[in-house]
């Protein structure tokens, strides 16, 4: 059974960092894309990040470009986001989600997600 | 970037009623449409990939539809566990891309 598990969530001051964790199960991890997608509070989905099986292609917003650095460990089976000049507008559920295709670089669907870790920025 | 919208923003219908769903695309996806469906508390779940296949898992009642830039998403009898938020996503173009969404809930 596939499961996606987040960590690293909770209550940070504006400008302060937190690192978000992804510790995946059930499939190769090291063979498929991964991905963060968040929804602020009454908002709808908006993906954050992405990297590449091996690690070779990561990709971000623009809205966290800068800020953010998406990583993964395939031994581990794990990936991670560091989130570092956080912002009131960070607020937000994140989710780790796995691509539906292993080995590529353009399907990208998500067919597993976690259940989410609320990061929430607040003075 | 592309831009995708959602009609309804909410739909209102009864158990056993059919629900139909827009998602709309400001430049063709060809067939290149994802639907979600979510709950509170809950991981988004894939219902249909590439405008009409249904994900692993899926039940029959629901079907996607469409091309270029209007898709459909259909449930056909409504059972009290499709009361949820359903987002559309294109992959046609990076980055990937979320509708807004159609909250389907109970009349």
């Known amino acids: 059974e596939v499961q996606l598990v987040e960590s690293g969530g909770g209550l940070v001051k504006p400008g302060g960092s937190l690192r978000l964790s992804c510790a995946a199960s059930?499939?190769?991890?090291?063979?498929?894309?991964m991905y963060w997608v968040r929804q602020a509070p009454g908002k709808g989905l908006e993906w954050v990040s992405s990297i590449s099986s091996s690690s070779r292609y990561i990709y971000y917003a623009d809205s966290v470009k800068g800020r953010f650095t998406i990583s993964r460990d395939n031994a581990k089976n794990s990936m991670y986001l560091q989130m570092n000049s956080l912002r009131d507008e960070d607020t937000a559920v994140y989710y780790c989600a796995k691509q539906i295709v292993p080995d590529s670089t353009s399907s990208y669907y998500f067919d597993y997600w976690g259940q989410g870790t609320l990061v929430t920025v607040s003075s | 970037e592309i831009v995708l919208t959602q009609s309804p923003a909410t739909l209102s219908l009864s158990p056993g009623e059919r629900a139909t769903l827009s998602c709309r695309a400001s430049?063709?996806?060809?067939?290149?449409l994802a639907w979600y469906q979510h709950k509170p508390g809950q991981a988004p779940r894939l219902l249909i990939y590439d405008a009409s296949n249904r994900a692993t898992g899926i039940p029959a009642r629901f079907s996607g539809s469409g091309s270029g830039t209007d898709f459909t998403l259909t449930i056909s009898s409504l059972e009290p566990e499709d009361f949820a938020v359903y987002y559309c996503?294109?992959?046609?173009?990076?980055?990937?891309?979320f509708g807004p969404g159609t909250k389907v809930d109970i009349k």
């Open positions: 430049q063709s996806l060809s067939s290149y």
């Open positions: 996503q294109q992959r046609s173009n990076w980055p990937p891309a």
């Open positions: 059930g499939f190769s991890f090291s063979s498929y894309s």
